[in-house]
């Protein structure tokens, strides 16, 4: 028991690992953001469908507001892969994943929203520890700041993947996590096939292996591996887990990217990510009342 359990946080860390991926290779690939996210996306459906049919995982979606939930949520995941990226490219890959990392603590906050959650004041307290961080990201307030830019881009990108979580967590949750993976790539896919007409596509014959490795690795397997550790762990302990997603990625970009974070990073980072964590072990205690 105790090395499935083991082995249940291996594949998890595998997961964020994988996952994390996504910031050098978000800064490093030389194309426009849509057409990056096309190719991520179309490459991702195949990839995601061809496991599907192996795992045997049903595709029927069952009624017509599932279908426009499923819509809503695919467009809201294409905001927030689309800002994030834009993030990475404006400053550098700390800035733009420990910006992006705000999403647990936006989450928690508009989740009454959404839901008959209680707000909680403790979540004013934890927003100031994440907008203390997010000040040393970016300490000056100039709208030409590189730092400032993809702070913004950062957040904006964290707002759309909350939303985006509490539509599929109170309409479609009871769908298989594979196909909502499939089903969201796929529209995305079709929703920005027009970038491909008006932006410079070209750049692929040179770049086609880093998009790959960004559909295959970081989007079909790490997700997938992702959504299916979690009938393994509660939330709480996934999101714990998860959020060494900016660690991961600032030591991959640090490795191919040769990007040295500055100390206010480090400061900043250290902030957001213990909000994150002081978070999960509350829900963790608040669910076990």
Same mark, same amino acid.
């Given at each position: ?12 860390? =595998? ?6 991926? $996504? ?26 469908? =061809? ?16 279908? *426009? ?43 009454? #929203? ?17 907008? #203390? ?10 709208? /030409?700041? $590189? ?38 790539? #796929? ?19 040179? /770049?086609?292996?880093?998009? #790959? ?22 939330? !709480?302990?996934?999101?714990?887990? !998860?959020?060494?997603?900016? =660690? ?6 640090? *490795? ?5 974070? !500055? ?10 990510? !213990?909000? =994150?964590?002081?978070? $999960? ?5 608040? $669910?076990? /009342?």
């Amino acid at each position: 028991m105790k090395n499935a359990h083991l082995n249940h946080v291996l594949w998890l860390t =595998v997961a964020t690992i994988f996952i994390s991926t $996504s910031g050098a290779l978000g800064k490093y690939i030389d194309m426009p953001i849509p057409v990056i996210i096309w190719w991520r996306c179309a490459l991702a459906s195949v990839f995601i469908f =061809v496991y599907c049919k192996y795992k045997k995982v049903k595709l029927k979606i069952h009624t017509g507001p599932d279908k *426009l939930t499923f819509i809503i949520s695919a467009i809201f995941l294409g905001a927030h892969w689309i800002t994030y990226f834009y993030a990475l490219k404006v400053s550098n890959v700390a800035i733009g994943m420990l910006s992006l990392f705000t999403f647990p603590l936006i989450t928690a906050i508009i989740e009454p #929203l959404f839901s008959k959650v209680k707000f909680d004041p403790m979540h004013l307290l934890l927003g100031g520890l994440v907008l #203390l961080g997010v000040f040393y990201l970016a300490p000056e307030l100039d709208l /030409q700041s $590189s730092a400032l830019q993809g702070v913004s881009f950062g957040i904006l990108s964290a707002v759309c993947y909350a939303i985006r979580n509490l539509i599929l967590k109170k309409h479609i949750a009871n769908y298989n996590g594979s196909m909502l993976m499939f089903y969201q790539v #796929l529209i995305l896919t079709a929703l920005l096939i027009p970038t491909l007409f008006i932006m410079d596509t070209s750049a692929i014959e040179t /770049q086609y292996p880093y998009v #790959l490795i960004l559909a295959l690795l970081t989007t079909a397997i790490g997700h997938t591996l992702f959504v299916n550790s979690l009938k393994y762990f509660n939330a !709480s302990t996934a999101s714990i887990i !998860s959020s060494t997603q900016p =660690v991961f990625g600032i030591i991959i970009a640090f *490795l191919f990217l040769n990007e040295i974070p !500055s100390w206010n990073t480090f400061v900043g980072g250290t902030l957001i990510i !213990s909000t =994150v964590v002081i978070e $999960s072990i509350r829900s963790k205690r608040k $669910s076990k /009342q």
